[in-house]
């Protein structure tokens, strides 16, 4: 029961997401077209939410769930990583039409082709797994 509140707020969060319309396969190749601000308008608030978040966090020391401290790592510099880590990540996000967060939401409006790209994230994510300590970080 005490994951409820959690589980509740992802069901909230991925209904606003439906009906926001970002989720939407069209709305993705819209933003991939350049024809409309729709997404770009939603991952701008998203990371200008995000930006001010993580601000509140380090100034006011908040803490977890379990009431131990927040540590924000810093990231180590670099530029190639995400050059290439982001064109992989926007082209899989092109071809399929959906980036990884939303697939157990398009899961519960019925689009079960999406099924496909959730097996393709696993196996993704095992073969990185597989090939981390080889890769540079």
């Known amino acids: 029961m005490k994951l409820a509140r959690f589980f509740l707020t992802g069901v909230f969060f991925g209904i606003v997401l439906t ?13 991939f077209q350049f ?7 939603i991952i701008g608030t998203a990371l200008f939410t995000g ?6 966090i ?11 401290p927040i540590t924000i790592i810093d ?3 670099g530029f190639w990583r995400y050059i290439i880590g982001g064109s992989l ?17 398009l899961l519960g409006t019925g689009t079960y082709a999406v099924a496909v790209v959730l097996i393709g994230a696993l196996l993704g994510t095992y ?7 080889y890769l540079p970080h």
């Open 75 to 77: 990231k180590e510099r």
């Open 89 to 105: 990540f926007g082209l899989g996000w092109a071809l399929v039409g959906s980036c990884p967060g939303p697939i157990f939401i």
């Open 19 to 31: 009906k926001a319309e970002a989720v939407s396969w069209y709305r993705i190749y819209e933003m």
């Open 51 to 56: 930006i001010i978040g993580i601000q509140v």
């Open 127 to 133: 073969i990185y797994g597989l090939l981390k300590e």
């Open 35 to 41: 024809q409309s601000f729709h997404m770009f308008g």
């Open 58 to 68: 380090k100034k006011k020391k908040l803490k977890d769930f379990n009431g131990f």
